[in-house]
């Protein structure tokens, strides 16, 4: 396995998390449920920005509980502040090869394959405020890139997107998995729009999986009262176009 | 990977004593300039005896006098500044208005030494005013010294402080409440009632308890137009001690005095401060007002608008001129100014580095505290200790420091290094409070991203950190050099050993009634520090 979340608990309050979840090399798991479920609480354990209580998180078999999030072959995106405003597109992305931004020739080709791949190179001067939503996203998923490193987490980074953008990005980040063999974990309101990405899908309520498996089959069969009963809200209030 | 483990967890906890060495050293160099001082204050002070303090009739006659003037400067500066700065806001476009807001900040930059003798230049007995007066046969009744100079002088500096604090709470009312009134067709008066009370009203406790504090401490300028024992502040009674009396017990005394009411405001202001808001007020969007085209109100705008630049510049101006028309070359050929300067220049740039490595080293510790152990009291209390200077006054320290120097025989020697140390302590609050609120943002906007990205230390300092802290810290810096330079009060208790400042060596001038020389030296000080403010402003914040 090359994800592996042991008896993972976590505790805020009152509020625990208790999480027991696998995942194959070159996977992509979306992550769902209602707000307050523990879907992003349980990417910031697996990218190390929480400690677990009890537990431990194994990647390539190794535990990775003590690494701090810098050191473990984990990179994430979050729904904003993915870039730092007063750098432009391309100091922002070359972060992922150098922290002090001391780069090497072959950093350097990096960032021109990862800004090829995202199609910033035209825009690679420009400040984060001066370029569209899409656009800071692509940026900051052209970092995650250079970081190379094997596993993205995505919470929710592309839902302030419109739905044919949303669209776009989700074909890029599937098109990037595939040529870069990356485990993808993706938190989603949007299971129907997510689910040509994800090979399985997670739900999560109050904490705990209350189902995990194949996303074609979780969605159209939901086995537990509580999936259906998100399932049954989502799709009344969201349209697709697939 | 589990040993990788073992040295990144060793690393985070070597990472955290780092962190927290810069805030553990500012606060021992606060704690003991400020407790070093305030002992060398209590080891003379007679025993204190509360009853006795209460009936010493001079004790009790300076007390008054120093509160009376403070709340009267209050009372008239923001109460004047309430209608102005409703003027500017009400006439948000009209030519020279950015300029206007801009220059309203002048007095804050401007050394107090300057500005005493642009009043002397226009309201004094031979000032323009009685000139005029004079010339047109009348009697010339206005006098500047005393309370009326102290109380004009006052609202020179405050007025202008006031509007910009207040301009900002314009800012804060929705452009949908102006449509609204319109559509209900609200009245100017109803207009205040409903809509802009309602956002001024939270602002005022903390401006007026700013020009309050600001008047209650003030030292040049009750020295300068006080004009006799019957108008002695608590500051001015110290310096008089120490300087006139050499009576370091009497001194002790009153700082203790000015101590226990300056912590009792303070207490009080550093809960009202936060609520004032980090803007210039230049850009207020007044477009939708119903009020606009009521011809009354246009004319009673332009008329305050126009009577405070008048207010404000005229003694600006007057510096200016008599200065140009002064003795330059005499005046400019005399070494003891360029020493002078020198001298000042040196205590500007010593107290911004020794501030700026303080509030730095306090900022970057409380945002360690606050993040990353999750420590939000200890944060807010190093915090605060950045501010303690603004519960015990300049004079108190100096005067304290000047007591350790007098013990230890050292008068004559490090008087420089005490001036910049207690000037770098009364910049210190302006610039904390500059950097860490920035500091705080940029650490719960970017954190978990630098952490991702292993930005850490002087890396995420100098990519991260430094590029927001840069403008706030310039502007503040900037700010500071110009007051360090401008200063006169702990530097005129200083003033023993022939280490005169620039002010203080225009107080000397003044004091010898060489009025001609001191225009040409105000317009220098006024000029140098202004460029001062510029050079720093430009080169850290741009």
């Known amino acids: 396995m090359f994800l592996e979340l042991d008896d993972v608990e976590f505790s805020l309050g009152h509020w625990r998390l208790q999480v027991s979840l696998c995942l194959e090399q070159g996977q992509c798991l979306a992550l769902i449920g209602p707000s307050g479920a523990g879907k992003s609480t349980l990417l910031s354990l697996i990218a190390g920005f929480e400690t677990p209580s009890r537990g431990t998180i194994r990647i390539n078999g190794d535990p990775v509980n003590q690494l701090d999030p810098a050191f473990r072959p984990v990179t994430m995106m979050f729904q904003e502040n993915n870039l730092f405003n007063h750098l432009n597109l391309y100091d922002n992305i070359a972060l992922g090869c150098h922290p002090g931004l001391k780069l090497s020739s072959s950093d350097k080709d990096r960032i021109h394959i990862a800004m090829t791949a995202t199609e910033l190179t035209a825009i690679a001067t420009r400040l984060p405020a001066d370029v569209s939503g899409g656009e800071r996203q692509r940026a900051a998923l052209a970092r995650c890139l250079v970081q190379d490193r094997p596993l993205l987490l995505l919470d929710e980074p592309f ?56 996303t074609v089959e979780l969605l159209a069969d939901p086995q537990h009262a509580e999936l259906n009963r998100y399932l049954e809200f989502t799709q009344a209030h969201y349209t697709y176009d697939f | 990977m589990a040993s990788r483990g073992r040295t990144v967890k060793a690393r985070s906890a070597q990472t955290g004593v780092w962190a927290l060495l810069p805030g553990a050293l500012s606060l021992a160099v606060l704690l003991t300039l400020m407790g070093g001082a305030l002992a060398a204050i209590f080891s003379v002070a007679p025993p204190i005896r509360p009853v006795a303090i209460l009936q010493d009739p001079y004790i009790g006659k300076v007390v008054r006098f120093t509160l009376w003037q403070a709340i009267l400067s209050t009372t008239l500066s923001v109460g004047l500044a309430l209608p102005v700065a409703r003027a500017l806001a009400r006439r948000d476009q009209f030519p020279g208005r950015r300029l206007l807001v801009t220059f309203l900040g002048l007095p804050v930059v401007m050394p107090v030494i300057v500005a005493v003798l642009g009043l002397v230049a226009v309201y004094g007995k031979s000032g323009l005013i009685n000139t005029w007066v004079a010339y047109l046969g009348g009697e010339t009744a206005l006098s500047l010294y005393g309370l009326t100079g102290i109380l004009m002088a006052h609202v020179f500096f405050n007025l202008p402080l006031a509007v910009r604090l207040l301009l900002p709470a314009w800012q804060t009312i929705p452009e949908e409440s102006w449509k609204l009134a319109s559509s209900l067709g609200l009245s100017s008066r109803l207009l205040v009632r409903f809509i802009e009370w309602p956002a001024i009203s939270p602002f005022l406790p903390g401006v007026c308890l700013i020009v309050f504090l600001l008047c209650f401490t003030s030292f040049a300028v009750v020295l300068t137009l006080g004009g006799g024992p019957a108008s002695t502040t608590i500051e001015v009674a110290i310096y008089q001690s120490l300087r006139y009396d050499f009576d370091p017990a009497q001194a002790a005394m009153l700082a203790l005095i000015q101590f226990t009411l300056c912590t009792s405001i303070a207490l009080v202001l550093v809960k009202w401060i936060p609520l004032l808001a980090h803007s210039s007020g230049r850009r207020i969007d007044a477009r939708h007002r119903p009020d606009l085209k009521n011809p009354i109100g246009r004319t009673l705008d332009i008329s305050l608008i126009l009577t405070t630049a008048c207010f404000l510049f005229i003694p600006v101006l007057a510096v200016f001129i008599q200065g140009i028309r002064g003795p330059i070359t005499s005046v400019i050929s005399n070494p003891d100014l360029w020493w002078a300067v020198l001298r000042s220049l040196l205590i500007a740039l010593g107290a911004t580095g020794t501030a700026c490595g303080l509030a730095l080293g306090l900022a970057l510790s409380a945002r360690f505290l606050r993040f990353s152990l999750r420590m939000p009291r200890a944060s807010e209390m190093l915090i605060l200790m950045g501010s303690l200077s603004l519960a015990i006054p300049a004079m108190i320290i100096g005067t304290g420091l000047f007591i350790v120097l007098l013990q230890a025989g050292a008068l004559d020697r490090g008087t420089l290094l005490v001036i910049c140390a207690v000037n770098a302590l009364m910049i210190l609050p302006y610039l904390i409070r500059s950097i860490a609120p920035t500091l705080m943002r940029s650490s719960q906007q970017y954190d978990r991203l630098c952490a991702q990205l292993g930005l850490r230390g002087w890396s995420r300092f100098r990519v991260v950190d430094w590029p927001a802290i840069r403008r706030p810290i310039g502007f503040s810096l900037g700010i500071g050099g110009a007051l360090s330079f401008g200063d006169m009060g702990v530097a005129a208790l200083f003033d023993t050993q022939g280490d005169t400042t620039l002010p203080v060596l225009l107080f000397h001038q003044m004091g010898a009634y060489r009025f001609d020389e001191a225009s040409v030296t105000a317009v220098i000080l006024m000029l140098l520090s202004v460029s001062l403010f510029w050079l720093i402003d430009r080169s850290v914040g741009r």
Do not use: W, Y
């Open chain 1, 159 to 214: 839902a302030s997107l419109d739905p044919r953008l949303r669209h776009q990005m989700h074909a890029l980040v599937d098109s990037l998995r595939k040529a870069n063999e990356l485990t993808v974990i993706v938190v989603t309101h949007l299971p129907n729009e997510i689910a040509p990405l994800a090979e399985t899908t997670a739900f999560m309520h109050d904490g705990r999986v209350l189902e995990h498996g194949p």
